[in-house]
């Protein structure tokens, strides 16, 4: 990997890492704003469970850029952790937090039941 695709890697991880995850409100008795009839409370418990999932995912992509920023510093970004070979450019392209070439992800997911 050349350090022209190296830097751009870490700019996009940077601003990954650097997103917050917002807080959400979460429903509860005391709330005032608490939906008055059950067609209102469940249309709003389902924007709560729908906003839990994204903050999950944010939070969880939050944390691959970090990983992948760790490993640019260490200078392993781009290598595979399981077989030590280079991960392909066009892996990284496609989903730069990846930190396994794509056999060894086989593999794992063969391991696993994926």
């Excluded at 709330?31 to 249309?43: E, G, I």
């Excluded at 995912?57 to 070979?85: H, M, P, T, V, Y």
């Amino acid at each position: 990997m050349d350090r022209s695709q190296l830097i751009r890697f870490q700019t996009f991880f940077e601003q990954q890492a650097k997103s917050g995850v917002p807080v959400l409100r979460q429903l509860n008795e005391n709330d005032v704003d608490k939906p008055s009839d059950s067609l209102d409370q469940a249309a709003f418990l389902q924007e709560q469970l729908l906003a839990d999932a994204l903050q999950s995912r944010r939070s969880i992509s939050i944390q691959g850029a970090k990983a992948a920023l760790d490993r640019i510093r260490k200078g392993l970004f781009g290598i595979c952790e399981e077989c030590g070979e280079d991960i392909d450019s066009r892996r990284l392209e496609i989903h730069p937090t990846t930190s396994f070439c794509i056999h060894c992800q086989e593999e794992y997911e063969h391991r696993i039941g994926a």
